[in-house]
């Protein structure tokens, strides 16, 4: 039987559900002040870079933003492999009395973000953390929780949600698969 | 279909070309990381390495020490003297009981050829070839390959001249391999009586005099002259090859374009290279040593995450 497709954000849905999250970052951090936003490879770098984008419409101050490929934190390379090819690591400099947002597309697990939450702490000493996933689907094996969620949605094991970014795979759409 | 590494790098004549690119590409992340304020990331935290070293080296030891390191693996240097290597013992039987203390990798350097090829095949630890004889020295190579795709921007279509004792130079072979999977033009320059009989058959153009090389190349790879060639008789004195072989600031001055010049190391200035070059605008001497470290993490990293299973079936090339 083929998989099941649904979609859960649509091109137009997507963008609001990113307008949204850019105001609830500010909400958050107060601000634009000492805030950085940092984007997990592949997709959460374009993400941040969208969030960036509408909190520069609506403030007119660029924030600074980073990215930052997670492979080498990861605790599975026995079981899955080396990836074959890692992203790039940039942070916008001193991450020293600076409020990080830790930018990704889907939190599941949480193996992702607490592998991001080592890898940050060994570039330096930020104020505050936080994290904006633009899609929740439940299912954490660790204790972790995101501050700004675009949408929350009940998943079980098998499924697969698709996060589609225009920049790298020419529209941008979400669905879910199963 | 994903490419792997499988269990050992003994050399790079029996890798494909997509293998040798999967190492570069890989390597080129790693080079951040040694530029991070701690320099240094878990990805091998609980593998262990022996770098078993039965010839003196430094920089390839040091190297790959600090690709370990860097990569939070546990290491252990064993060299051939005042170890139990000294009291007769054999190869394997230094590397079982090595394996008996539950070791995840072992570098290896020998002055036999093949002995990484042998050990690879009799343990269970991943092997991997930092020099063995007149054979290969594939992590040297990688290094060179990735010095000159950062260079150049890419290796296929370059001409690229290998200079000096090719006969006896493992360094040359996993050079020849790397270069030519990858789709540079290859020659050598050297004396007649340290090239190896027949080289022009492997598509190799041979050049007798280092002027005609300069002429040609984009990339120059200047071998060391090992000093112990001349007491055998293969040159007949450091001066005269100077005089003939040496890479000099006045002969690439003369070059119709802008070469490359690359060192293995450690170098013999006034011999095979002179300082005008060595320390010159040509030279990425200390580019290749940099890139060494990340070239080395990144094979390091792609066989500790490679699986027995994907390891039989690049060996049967099918991957």
Known sequence: MPPDRTTLLDARAMTRALQRMAVEVLELAQGTEDLLLIGI???GVELAERIAKFIEKDEGVEVPRGALDITLYRDDLETVGPKPVIGETRLPGDLAGKHAVIVDDVLYTGRT???ALDELADFGRPKRIS????????????PIQADIVGKMVKTVAGDRVEVMVEEVDGRDQVDLVR | MSVSLGKDLTGLEHL???QIRLILDTAEPFKEVSERPIKKVPALRGKTIVNLFFEASTRTRISFEFAEKRLSADTVNVAATGSSVSKGETLVDTARNLEAMRIDMVVIRHPSSGAADFL??????????????KHEHPTQGLLDLLTIRDKHGKIAGLNVCLVGDILHSRVARSNLWGLTKLGAQVAVCGPRTLLPRGIEELGVTVFGRIEEAIEWADVLNVLRLQLERMEAGFIPSLREYYRVFGVTGERLERAPRSITVMHPGPMNRGVEIDSRVADGPHSVILDQVTNGVAVRMAVLYLLAGGRPELADAAKRGSE
């Open chain 1, 41 to 43: 490879q592949r997709r």
């Open chain 1, 113 to 115: 973000v607490r592998a």
């Open chain 1, 131 to 142: 994290l904006c996933v633009l899609v929740d689907r439940g299912g954490r094996e660790l």
């Open chain 2, 16 to 18: 494909s070309p997509d």
């Open chain 2, 120 to 133: 690879g095949q009799r343990i269970r630890s991943n092997v991997i070839n930092a020099g063995d004889g």
